[in-house]
């Protein structure tokens, strides 16, 4: 691997740990930064680099909220349940089942429409135009409404089981998964901050799962990675790690003060950009 190629990774962590956990669109702006910044290795290969290097975002997710997601407690003799936290682990699980049955039924087929070269770039544009305006209206209605949810102890099974179907809406490229999360959320009467965190445990049980998907596809079609495509999945894990966690801080604070305008704007700035460069040229 030469020192370009191990600079180029480093970008890709670098633009995943940030645009994963803003409703922006961390694989949108992946398949964008592809577009100027490619990465010699196979396109097979760059499918499954795409998912796994979130990995490393995920482990951030997990270390900031350990302590309000982890269901064992030691009472120093023995280890037992927190059963507020077995809840909240049911209502994530029921919560990623929509996604869970789509992605796995329909993953190649998707994949074969929405990220080609030739497709990829127009659904990311459209997309985040789209959302950007989305956000926007969603933010200006919410002004008058009071949230429901205040804290996800008191959301309800089946209001978890809706915002993990606003999740389906994530598996064309450009949406956010983040975005489509918290703009469900919004919609059916949580608080920003509700909206934000329980979005965050959504991405565990999904990502992981979506990266064991890709590698276990990956190893059967095409054997072991080699030695130099294991460095790069751990430079692009490790380096989105390390992002993710001052991102996730930053934005939760965000939120406290600021509603989602701001990332309408961004969105739709970017969207004319990308439509009007691939139009263009």
């Not at 959301?155 to 450009?174: D, H, M, Y």
């Not at 894990?237 to 801080?249: L, Q, T």
Request: some cysteine.
């Amino acid at each position: 691997m030469t020192f370009i190629e191990f600079l180029k990774i480093i970008f890709f962590g670098i633009v995943e740990g940030i645009t994963e956990w803003l409703p922006v669109s961390s694989t949108g702006h992946m398949l964008l930064v592809d577009q100027f910044i490619r990465l010699d290795v196979s396109e097979q290969f760059f499918n499954v680099f795409l998912v796994v290097i979130q990995l490393g975002a995920i482990l951030a997710v997990v270390m900031i909220f350990f302590n309000k997601i982890w269901p064992f407690c030691n009472n120093k003799e023995d280890y037992y349940l927190n059963i507020p936290k077995v809840v909240l682990w049911i209502k994530i699980i029921i919560a990623c089942l929509p996604a869970a049955v789509i992605g796995l039924l329909f993953e190649d087929k998707i994949d074969a429409i929405f990220y080609t070269d030739k497709t990829a770039p127009y659904t990311v544009g459209t997309t985040l135009l789209l959302y950007g305006i989305l956000f926007i209206v969603i933010e200006r209605y919410n002004k008058t409404r009071t949230p429901k949810y205040n804290s996800i102890d008191r959301l309800p099974i089946k209001i978890a089981f809706l915002i993990g179907v606003f999740q389906i809406l994530a598996i064309i490229p450009g949406t956010s998964r983040s975005g489509a999360t918290i703009l469900g959320a919004i919609l059916i009467g949580t608080s920003r901050s509700v909206a934000a965190e329980f979005t965050f445990y959504l991405a565990i049980p999904v990502m992981f799962g979506a990266s064991l998907l890709k590698i276990v596809k990956f190893i059967s079609n095409y054997g072991m990675f080699s030695g130099n495509e294991i460095v790069i999945l751990l430079t692009g894990c490790i380096v989105s790690f390390m992002v993710s966690f001052f991102v996730i801080k930053f934005f939760m604070d965000y939120i406290k003060k600021h509603d989602f305008s701001f990332f309408g704007i961004y969105r739709i700035v970017l969207g004319v950009i990308v439509l009007l460069y691939f139009s263009l040229r």
